[in-house]
Every structure is written in C-alpha cells, then in structure tokens.
T-cell receptor, first 113, second 112 residues
Framework: ETGVTQTPRHLVMGMTNKKSLKCEQH?????MYWYKQSAKKPLELMFV???????ENNSVPSRFSPECPNSSHLFLHLHTLQPEDSALYLC????????????FGQGTRLTVV | SQKIEQNSEALNIQEGKTATLTCNYT??????LQWYRQDPGRGPVFLLL?????KEKRKERLKVTFDTTLKQSLFHITASQPADSATYLC???????????FGAGTRLAVHP
C-alpha cells in the first residue's frame, strides 16, 4: 500500500447519474492530484491541489468537478458523463507540488454506460 | 511540439537477461526524470528519480541513465525475473510547465 486510498475501486454509472470518487492520504503531503488513464495513452493530469487550493485545471470538461475539503481528502464529482469518459481514474499525492515523487492510489475503474 | 516517447511495443526477454527500456523526449528541459512501475489495474509505483546533473542512478537491480544531450533516459533491470513483468512509465518534471508529464509506458514481459 502506498498510503493513498481510493474508493470505490470499480464504478459503473449511467450517463444521467451523479457519483463521486474519493481519495484519502495520511502521508502529510501538501499536494494532491487527479489523473485519467485511458488504454495505451499517457496519464492525463486533470486537477492539482496544493495546500487545498486548486493550482491546475487542464481544460477538463465541467462534468468533472473536484473538491478538496482538507489536505487529506480529495473528491472528484461526476455528472452527465459520456461513454468516452470510461477510464481508470488515479489519485496521487506528493510532499509538495510537482517536485517530488508521486504516490498513487489503486485507482477507480469507471465505466459509463 | 513537445513529446515523451516510450516504445509502445512490448519488450519480451528471457529470465536472467538485462531489460533495457527507453524514454525519449523533445522540446523539454526537464529538471529531473522519474520511472514508475504499473501493474494491471493498479496505480503506478515510484521506482527512481534522476536529476539533470546526474548521469546514472542505481537501486538494487535497477539502473537509470539520463543524457540531456541525447534527450534520453534508459532504464535497466539486470538479472530480470518474471515478477518484473509490468508496464514501466517514465515521467519528467518540466520546470517550464511546472508539472510532472508522463509517457505512455512500455510493457515488459519476462519469460521463465
């Protein structure tokens, strides 16, 4: 275990559903990230929070909405997704923003039907 | 345009041999480069970090080189074992973009 926990591990949702992904870290890290990983493609950075402030939003559609209520928790709220949003969603944390190794969670395998 | 390229074809080698994986990049000046291992359905796990002023880094059976002139990093696993079979990702930290950027990864299969 890396110290970063994601729930749920698997999620199947319809295009009209609303769901949330949860990420938790108790490593004392200051930065947390959401990545999307599609088959045979590089990890795509979606959002970055540093000290609970959002510092990066890589042109992600508004149907993805992040929330960072404190330094240990990160959420990704999902609504009206499309089938092409099906992917592995990975949460990561690092001591500081983007200058140290990243610790990843196990990911949430999302299928949009 | 900026690119990070890893061999998209799987690398198949015999147990006991040395596996060498390549990471090439263009139009970046990374402050450092990292290598991660990813098993199917799981998140990447950090292996090694090498800085721009370092030529080589070792950790047990792993060795990473970093050539900023060639814009290339090589990742070696010596005395490979079937348990080393996984996808290996390189990632570089771009100071200009101030973020970690990943390659698509190379799948390694070590056969007994």
């Amino acid at each position: 275990e890396t110290g970063v926990t994601q729930t749920p591990r698997h999620l199947v949702m319809g295009m009209t559903n609303k769901k949330s992904l949860k990420c938790e870290q108790h490593l004392g890290h200051n930065a947390m990230y959401w990545y999307k990983q599609s088959a045979k493609k590089p990890l795509e950075l979606m959002f970055v929070y540093s000290l609970e402030e959002r510092v990066e939003n890589n042109s992600v559609p508004s149907r993805f909405s992040p929330e960072c209520p404190n330094s240990s928790h990160l959420f990704l709220h999902l609504h009206t997704l499309q089938p092409e949003d099906s992917a592995l969603y990975l949460c990561a944390s690092s001591q500081d923003y983007a200058n140290t190794e990243a610790f990843f969670g196990q990911g949430t395998r999302l299928t949009v039907v | 345009s900026q690119k990070i390229e890893q061999n998209s074809e799987a690398l198949n080698i015999q147990e006991g041999k040395t596996a060498t994986l390549t990471c090439n990049y263009t139009n970046y000046s990374p402050a450092y480069l990292q290598w991660y291992r990813q098993d199917p359905g799981r998140g990447p796990v950090f292996l090694l970090l090498i800085r721009e002023n370092e030529k080589e880094k070792r950790k047990e059976r792993l060795k990473v080189t970093f050539d900023t002139t060639l814009k290339q990093s090589l990742f070696h696993i010596t005395a490979s074992q079937p348990a080393d079979s996984a996808t290996y990702l390189c990632a570089l930290f771009s100071g200009g973009y101030n973020k970690l950027i990943f390659g698509a990864g190379t799948r390694l299969a070590v056969h007994p």
